[in-house]
């Protein structure tokens, strides 16, 4: 099993530019997580979905933020335009059926200039 | 007052060395986990833990679900358990994790 896979690893980008993240989750998981980690506020849920559908996204911090789940095997969180308190590592997670614990992809440092 | 507490935020130890790591939680829970994370690393579950003991190698965790505490050991330490380490809790009836700001470990040889 691949685990959960993040791409980039590293994103640097200026700001007001658009970025997006991507991830792909644990085949056969139905539960995708988006996390952002940063040293202020630790870690913080953004998003999840169940089943491809969006369930809880009182996380997202403002409009600029947008995910999307086309499949069950690719999600995406977009930030556009971002800004330089974007800057943080951002993680994807997912699990199956609801179970836990969580399977944590390693991660996207982004960095807004 | 955060729903999940840990302590100590910062640890140096020496290589060999016993560690205990704390967490306690103001929440109901449905389960408590241990989280490892290296610097530049990725998130690892250690734990998942409802109630009682559980024992990985060198790691040992326990909870005690009445004081709402769990604690994180760790036997005969090693310059290669230098990592974050965080406790999260999954709230009852909800699939989120609520999690404590991190202890950063340093075990020096």
């Known amino acids: 099993d691949a685990g959960v896979i993040q791409s980039p690893r590293h994103e640097v980008t200026e700001m007001g530019q658009e970025v997006t993240l991507r991830c792909k989750p644990i085949s056969g998981h139905d539960y995708l997580f988006w996390y952002r980690q940063t040293m202020m506020r630790g870690l913080e849920l953004l998003i999840y979905?169940?089943?491809?559908?969006?369930?809880?996204d009182s996380g997202m911090p403002e409009d600029r933020f947008s995910a999307k789940m086309p499949n069950a095997s690719f999600s995406t969180l977009k930030i556009q335009p971002s800004e330089p308190r974007d800057s943080a590592v951002y993680f994807c997670a997912s699990s199956g059926q609801g179970k836990l614990p969580l399977h944590f992809g390693n991660g996207t440092r982004l960095t807004v200039t | 007052k955060n729903e999940v507490e840990q302590s100590p935020q910062n640890l140096t130890a020496q290589e060999g060395e016993f560690i205990t790591i704390n967490c306690s939680y103001s929440v109901g829970i449905s389960a408590l986990h241990w989280l490892q994370q290296h610097p530049g690393g990725g998130i690892v579950s250690l734990f998942m833990l409802s109630s009682g003991k559980k024992k990985h190698g060198r790691l040992i965790a326990t909870i005690n679900i009445q004081e709402k505490h769990s604690s994180l050991h760790i036997t005969a330490s090693h310059p290669r358990d230098s990592a974050v380490y965080i406790c999260?809790?999954?709230?009852?009836?909800?699939?989120?994790?609520?999690f404590g700001t991190g202890t950063r470990l340093k075990v020096l040889a």
């Open positions: 979905f169940n089943n491809n559908v969006p369930i809880d």
């Open positions: 999260a809790v999954s709230a009852r009836g909800t699939y989120k994790y609520i």
